[in-house]
């Protein structure tokens, strides 16, 4: 009886996704976990740990696990790999000279056995700064097309405004049940 009930349950429950949402510190993760939650800016700190949030779209339930990107942290980033469906990663288009750093984690992240099965959206955040670089620069710097193993996107987004945003969740949403 249990099991039945499961499987009626995933088929007109909702079903929560788990997200994960890494990049480096300062690249604008919390802002965006923030700007999907409220849909407006909320002033951060460091994260240091954590912060976890369900986010809802079109009936899809995501719970967004936001994890901070400082150097002692990342080492810690694979206690959250079981069982997460997408990979957010967040770059900061302005940092150039950090971005070999962002790359060698997207590859040893994709290398993870927990995370063989996820989908990977990148997002390009601060595009309304003087001088950033695009998301087809990042892209081919990360050498995003050498990915064959995984389903990504590059978004190109501004955490402050909510632009691209939704084009990336959007993307997510589309992804369910296709792998």
Not at 155 to 162: H, K, V
């Amino acid at each position: 009886m249990g099991l039945l009930f499961a499987k009626l349950w995933s088929l007109f429950g909702s079903q929560e996704h788990k997200v994960i949402i890494v990049g480096l510190d300062n690249a604008g993760k919390t802002t965006i976990l923030y700007q999907f939650l409220m849909n407006e800016v909320v002033h951060t700190s460091p994260t240091i740990g954590s912060n976890v949030e369900e986010i809802v779209v079109k009936n899809t339930h995501f719970l967004m696990w936001d994890i901070g990107g400082q150097e002692s942290l990342r080492s810690s980033w694979n206690t959250y790999y079981s069982n997460t469906e997408f990979i957010i990663l967040v770059v900061d288009s302005i940092d150039r000279e950090r971005l070999s750093i962002t790359k060698e984690e997207l590859y040893r992240m994709l290398a993870h056995e927990d995370l063989r099965k996820a989908a990977v959206l990148i997002f390009a955040n601060k595009q309304d700064m003087k001088g950033c670089m695009t998301a087809a620069e990042i892209s081919t710097y990360l050498t995003l097309s050498s990915i064959k193993d995984h389903p990504w996107h590059i978004q190109s987004c501004c955490a402050l405004t909510g632009e691209g945003l939704c084009q990336g969740l959007e993307w997510m949403t589309s992804r369910i049940g296709v792998r």
